[in-house]
């Protein structure tokens, strides 16, 4: 079956511009989280969202990133005035239902931003 | 707060030699523990984890992770390397009852062929 997407799969961008970056998580899974890598460095926790429960974002760097989940589906990572430290590579991955079930992860959107 | 720690950046290890992967958590009560695999140029791959049970927990590819709850540890084991199984190793961590998962820095496993 499909996987999680995203996209677009690169985007460069000049800073002070705001940037969406889009996932599709699994049909079905309730649970989809957005996480960031930065070049040698682990991955580093953004944003949860559960069901129709309030996202966890205590993960969110700045008041210039902000994420939302339409439907319970797909889901939008904004980056208002983008500066060049947001340049990273930014994950989403989905599961079930969250707590225990195992993460799926989509292919990534590379941000450079100039 | 939870975390979770992987003291090595890089691990090289001999084709054919047993390998280990190092991983430490912290966290409130009982823990959740996961192993994922980067491959270059590819997304994260779940490899195994422990819920509850059998503290040894048998994964894709054929690797093992033991739960240690004495040591707090989470360590990532193959019998037998193969150049193959070069990659990125993150370990994470989620505490019973809390939303989100911590993942460690990531491990580079290098195996010479």
């Known amino acids: 079956g499909a996987g999680v997407s995203q996209s677009p799969s690169n985007k460069v961008t000049e800073k002070g511009k705001d940037v969406e970056l889009r996932c599709d998580p699994i049909?079905?899974?309730?649970?989809l989280y957005w996480y960031r890598q930065s070049l040698g460095q682990g991955l580093e926790f953004l944003i949860y969202f559960q069901g129709n429960s309030a996202p966890d974002k205590s993960g969110l760097p700045s008041d210039r990133f902000s994420a939302e989940r339409t439907g319970g589906s797909v889901s939008t990572l904004t980056i208002q005035r983008t500066q060049q430290e947001d340049s990273a590579v930014y994950l989403c991955a989905s599961s079930l239902e969250g707590r225990t079930d195992t993460q799926y992860f989509g292919p990534g959107t590379r941000l450079t931003v100039l | 707060a939870q975390s979770v720690a992987q003291p090595e950046d890089q691990v090289n290890v001999a084709e054919g030699n047993p390998l280990t992967v190092k991983c430490t958590y912290s966290?409130?009560?009982?823990?959740?523990l996961f192993w994922y695999v980067q491959y270059p140029n590819r997304g994260l791959q779940f490899l195994l984890k422990y819920i509850t049970g059998d503290n040894l927990v048998k994964g894709s590819y054929g690797f093992e992770a033991e739960f240690n709850k004495s040591q707090t540890s989470f360590h990532l084991k193959k019998p037998s390397a193969l150049v193959s199984d070069s990659a990125l190793y993150f370990c994470?961590?989620?505490?019973?009852?809390?939303?989100?998962?911590?993942f460690g820095s990531g491990t580079r496993l290098s195996i010479r062929p």
């Open positions: 966290v409130s009560g009982n823990p959740y």
């Open positions: 994470a961590v989620r505490a019973l009852g809390a939303s989100k998962i911590i």
């Open positions: 049909s079905g899974h309730t649970a």
